[in-house]
């Protein structure tokens, strides 16, 4: 069963524009968040990650959002760009320390339309 | 990047025959994983190694094995490949507590 859900398997935005990814967990366990980007025959590589003591964290144009209590999280890209476009990973820890075993959702693929 | 090679990129076999792959890392990472993933999945844990000699399952190791004899190598081994296993295979890397890293991928084709 699919700990970490992304519903949305695709998403187009204009280019300036705001992209929204949304993520939604099971586990009330997991205490570490993270967002993977992905482009075409390449791994993922690691964008952005929040903790379960905070509700926001951001990094230049990405900023991630975390509800607890709805067991949701959001990463928001302002303004989207077109290297942008990639599929972006969800994903879940229950620790931060040793082994980080991550959960990963089934992925959004993102375009940014010049 | 944290430096990590995983070979070969590109793999066709047959049913019921052994297939390794593998993975070096030359970060010194302590901690190296094996997922794969597939349509409607995303990345699922097979196995991974806390150490040299020290690996553990995870939520989809049926089917395969592990090994880690040096820091730097981690080898995942289908010991009968099945239809099933036709999958890309990611290794990745980490230090204590931090995000993993990942490799390129290794696609794999069972016919």
């Known amino acids: 069963d699919q700990q970490v859900k992304q519903n949305s398997p695709s998403l187009s935005v204009q280019e300036g524009r705001i992209s929204i990814l949304n993520c939604d967990y099971t586990n009330s366990m997991f205490d570490y968040f993270l967002w993977y980007k992905k482009y075409p025959a390449e791994g993922p590589t690691f964008l952005i990650s929040i903790s379960s003591i905070k509700d926001k964290n951001e990094d230049g144009r990405f900023t991630v959002f975390l509800n607890k209590s709805a067991k949701h999280l959001s990463l928001h890209i302002v303004p989207s760009q077109p290297g942008d476009s990639a599929v972006y990973f969800c994903a879940a820890s229950a620790e931060i320390t040793g082994a980080n075993n991550l959960f990963f959702g089934t992925g959004t693929r993102l375009t940014v339309i010049p | 990047d944290a430096g990590i090679t995983q070979s070969p990129r590109h793999k066709v076999t047959e049913t019921g025959t052994p297939v390794t792959l593998r993975c070096h890392q030359t970060?010194?990472?302590?901690?190296m994983y094996w997922y794969r993933q597939d349509p409607g999945h995303g990345l699922r844990l097979i196995h991974y190694?806390?150490?040299?000699?020290?690996?553990d399952k995870g939520e989809v190791s049926d089917g395969y094995s592990v090994s880690r004899s040096k820091t730097e190598d981690f080898l995942l081994t289908l010991e009968s490949a099945t239809s099933s296993q036709t999958s890309v295979y990611f290794c990745?890397?980490?230090?204590?507590?931090?995000?993993?890293?990942f490799g390129n991928g290794t696609r794999l084709t069972v016919t």
């Open positions: 970060e010194n990472h302590r901690y």
């Open positions: 990745a890397t980490s230090r204590e507590g931090s995000p993993l890293h």
């Open positions: 190694s806390y150490g040299v000699k020290d690996t």
